[in-house]
C-alpha cells in the first residue's frame, strides 16, 4: 500500500511544504528555566526534520513573563533574549528541509506550577492545578487584556525575527484563550463574556494585533479545539463561526484539535478512545473555510492519516506522540515501510505519566531516546558474541532486534507465541495500538538474521552450546487464586481472552486493576454479553497505574455497559457462579465465563541462577525483571542491549 496523498505538497498562505505532515506540538520540558533554548530542545526537534516530515510546530510558548508561562522548563518568547536561541532552532531544523512554526500561548487556569498568579477569563478553577498549590485563578481585568494582546502581538513579530515559517496561536486545549471561548470557564459580564462575539473577542484581538506586528505573507495558524467536551461549553456551532471569523481576519489555517484538561481523554486521546476522534468536527468547518484545515487527535498510523487527506477531510495532517514514538514515521510512510514504523501505543505513560507530569522532560514508552536524541546511540559492539534471548515477549522481540543490529549473533527462545503479553490484543478494536506493537516487534525480528527457536530455553542446553550471553526476557507469571474452583463454568486468564473466539453470555472479570478493566472493554465489544469486575478494593485501578487510566477509564467502562463491583472480595468459583463477600455478607454474581485478571507475581530466578552458577553472562529485563508495563519492557530492553 502506498500514501501518496500524504506526500503531494502543500501549501499554507505563501508557504511551500514538501508534504501534509505536520509534526504536532508536544511539551518536551527541554528548555532552560528562564525559557531560552538548549542543546536538548535543538537536538529534539532537528530530529522530526530529519524524519521527513514537512513542518514541524514546536510546544506551546509563553507570550509574557507575568502569569501565562504554564510548564516547568517550558519555551519562552517574552523577551528579546529568547530570539537568539530560538533562531538557532529555526536554522538547524531548515537544514534538514522542513519548516517550522512557533506556537505562542498563554496557559490561563492550566498553570501546572500552580503558583500565582493564575490567570483566567473568571476564577473557575481546575482542582487539579488547585491541588498543587492552592491558588485559584484571578480574572483579568480589561487592562491586563490589553496587556496580554499586545504580548502576542510583540512575540509574533520575535517569531517572525527568529524566522520562523509561521506562527500559531493556541486558542485550545483548555488555556487562556478557550476559558473566554468557553461558557464552561467563562462567567463574565462585562464585553469579553456572555455572547459569542464578548467571548471570542480577545482572540480576535490577538489576531489583530499579530496581522499588525508582522508582514502579511508569514502564514498565522490558530489551533482551536472542535468542542472543550464540556456539556456547558463550546458547542460546535461556536466553532464554526469563529473559523470564519478568523478566516475574515487574516488566519491563513486552521489547527484542529479537542478537548482540554479536565476531559483529557478528548485532548490526548488514551488507547481506550477511538482515533481521529475530532474528526466529526473539524469536517464541520472545513466546508465553511476556503482556509487549509490541519486535522490532530490520534491520527497514529499512515492508513488513517493518509485517508483524511485523501477522502478531502483535512489538507493537512498533525501528529504529536504518534513521532514521539518514531521521529522517522514520514520518512518510513513515504518509503511504504509502514510496519517499520514504531507505533505509538496512546499509554500516556512515557510522554506525560512518568515523564512531564513528574517534572521530568518528555518521554515515550517505546521510544527511549525521546528528548535524548544521539546520546545513546546503538553503536556496533566491539566483539560480536553469541547471545540468547529466552523470551518471545515485547522485552525479548526489541532486545534481540537491537543486538542484531550491535552485530551479535542472536538466536531467540520462545514455545509459546511471539508477541507474549501483547499478543491478547490482536483482532481488538479498543487495543488496536498494543496490537499494532505486537505486530511491528514481530516483524523487526522476522525481517532480521535472527534464529527463532520455537523451544523453551534449559540452563543445561544453553550451556552446552557455547554461548557467550542469555539475555532473560520471559516476562512474570500470572497470579493463581487463592479460592477454590469447582464446577462446569469455564474459567480462564485474561491474557487468554482472544477476539479470535469471543465469549457471549455473563462474563464475570474478577480483578479490577488496569488488566482486568481492559478486559472488560475488550469482551465487552465482543458484543452478546453481559460483563462485571468484581475488585476487593472499594474503587478500581488501585495499583501503580496511569493517572489518565484511573481518571478515564472507568467512564469508558461504563459507557461500554461493564457493570462494576467494588468491595466484594471474591471467595469460590462455584457451580452457580462467583461468591462474594460483600458488606460482610455472601452472595453469588452469576456467571456462564469466569475470568482472572489477579495480576502477575515476581518471576523465579532458577534458570537465572544456574546459568550464573555455570560462569554465564546473564541479563534479565522486561517484567522477569520485575512486573511492568511496555515502558519497562522496552527501555530495559534497549539500555541493556547498548551494554552486552
Not at 566 to 573: D, K, L, M, S, Y
Request: charged share 20%.
Amino acid at each position: 500500500m502506498s500514501y501518496d496523498a500524504l506526500f503531494q505538497p502543500g501549501r499554507i498562505g505563501t508557504l511551500e511544504l514538501r508534504n501534509r505532515v505536520v509534526k504536532s506540538p508536544n511539551s518536551s520540558a527541554t528548555a532552560n528555566m528562564d525559557g531560552t533554548i538548549s542543546r536538548r530542545t535543538v537536538d529534539h526537534y532537528r530530529r522530526f526534520g530529519e524524519g521527513g516530515v514537512g513542518l514541524i510546530m514546536t510546544e506551546y510558548t509563553y507570550v509574557d513573563d507575568d502569569a501565562s508561562k504554564a510548564i516547568h522548563n517550558q519555551p519562552g518568547m517574552s523577551r528579546h533574549e529568547h530570539i537568539a536561541g530560538w533562531g538557532w532552532l529555526v536554522d538547524e531544523v531548515h537544514a534538514t528541509g522542513a519548516k517550522i512554526g512557533l506556537q505562542l500561548a498563554h496557559g490561563g487556569r492550566q498553570k501546572f506550577l500552580g503558583t500565582a498568579p493564575i490567570k483566567s477569563a473568571s476564577d473557575s478553577s481546575w482542582d487539579y492545578v488547585e491541588a498543587v498549590a492552592g491558588v485559584i485563578p484571578q480574572p483579568v481585568t480589561v487592562a491586563e487584556i490589553d496587556e496580554i494582546v499586545a504580548a502576542f502581538g510583540a512575540a509574533a513579530l520575535r517569531a517572525w525575527k527568529a524566522r520562523f515559517d509561521l506562527v500559531e496561536v493556541h486558542a485550545g486545549h483548555g488555556y487562556l484563550i478557550t476559558n473566554f471561548l468557553s461558557p464552561h470557564t467563562n462567567s463574565r459580564t462585562d464585553e469579553y463574556g456572555g455572547s459569542f462575539e464578548n467571548r471570542s473577542r480577545i482572540l480576535i484581538r490577538i489576531i489583530d494585533a499579530i496581522r499588525a506586528a508582522v508582514p502579511r505573507e508569514f502564514p498565522l495558524s490558530v489551533r482551536l479545539s472542535v468542542t472543550d467536551y464540556e456539556p456547558d461549553g463550546i458547542p460546535i456551532e461556536e466553532t464554526v463561526r469563529l473559523c470564519r471569523l478568523l478566516e475574515e481576519h487574516g488566519v491563513d489555517v486552521l489547527h484542529a484539535s479537542g478537548g482540554h484538561h479536565a476531559t483529557m481523554e478528548w485532548e490526548v486521546s488514551p488507547w481506550f478512545n477511538s482515533r481521529a476522534p475530532h474528526r466529526w468536527g473539524w469536517e464541520k468547518f472545513r466546508t465553511e473555510v476556503s482556509i487549509p484545515v490541519i486535522g490532530s487527535g490520534s491520527l497514529v498510523s499512515p492508513e488513517v492519516a493518509n485517508e483524511i487527506i485523501e477522502s478531502g477531510s483535512a489538507e493537512f495532517v498533525s501528529l504529536g506522540r504518534a513521532m514521539l514514538a518514531d521521529p522517522d514515521w514520514t520518512r518510513k510512510a513515504a518509503e511504504n515501510r509502514p510496519l517499520e514504523i514504531v507505533p505509538c501505543i496512546r499509554c500516556n505513560d512515557g510522554c506525560l505519566h512518568r515523564g512531564v507530569d513528574k517534572g521530568r522532560s518528555v518521554g515515550c514508552s517505546v521510544n527511549p531516546t525521546v528528548a535524548e536524541e544521539g546520546r545513546f546511540p546503538l553503536v556496533p559492539a566491539t566483539v560480536g558474541k553469541d547471545v540468547v534471548v529466552v523470551g518471545g515477549g515485547p522485552a525479548g522481540l526489541r532486545n534481540a532486534a537491537l543486538l542484531s543490529d550491535r552485530g551479535h549473533r542472536v538466536r531467540l527462545f520462545e514455545a509459546g507465541e511471539l508477541g507474549g503479553m501483547l499478543a491478547h490484543a490482536r483482532g481488538s478494536t479498543v487495543k488496536q495500538d498494543i496490537a499494532a506493537l505486537a505486530e511491528h516487534l514481530v516483524h523487526e525480528v522476522e525481517r532480521r538474521d535472527i534464529d527463532v527457536v520455537r523451544a523453551w530455553a534449559t540452563a543445561v542446553d544453553l550451556v552446552a552450546s557455547g554461548v557467550d550471553t542469555v539475555v532473560l526476557a520471559t516476562g512474570a507469571p500470572l497470579r493463581e487464586p487463592d479460592f477454590p474452583i469447582s464446577g462446569p463454568i469455564p474459567v480462564t486468564h485474561a491474557a487468554q481472552v482472544r477476539a479470535q473466539a469471543p465469549l457471549s453470555g455473563r462474563i464475570v472479570v474478577i480483578g479490577g486493576g488496569l488488566q482486568g478493566c481492559e478486559t472488560s472493554l475488550r469482551i465487552a465489544e465482543m458484543g452478546d454479553t453481559v460483563v462485571t469486575v468484581v475488585e476487593q478494593r472499594d474503587s478500581l485501578l488501585t495499583g501503580d497505574e496511569v493517572v489518565y487510566d484511573v481518571m478515564k477509564l472507568p467512564q469508558f467502562m461504563d459507557r461500554a455497559g461493564v457493570r462494576v463491583r467494588t468491595g466484594a472480595r471474591a471467595t469460590a468459583v462455584t457451580p452457580e457462579g462467583v461468591a462474594v463477600v460483600a458488606g460482610g455478607a455472601t452472595e453469588i454474581v452469576a456467571a456462564d465465563t469466569v475470568v482472572l485478571a489477579l495480576g502477575r507475581t515476581a518471576a523465579p530466578r532458577e534458570l537465572a541462577d544456574a546459568l550464573i552458577a555455570a560462569g554465564v553472562d546473564v541479563h534479565i529485563i522486561g517484567s522477569a525483571l520485575r512486573p511492568g508495563r511496555v515502558y519497562d519492557a522496552v527501555h530495559t530492553a534497549f539500555f541493556t542491549a547498548r551494554l552486552i
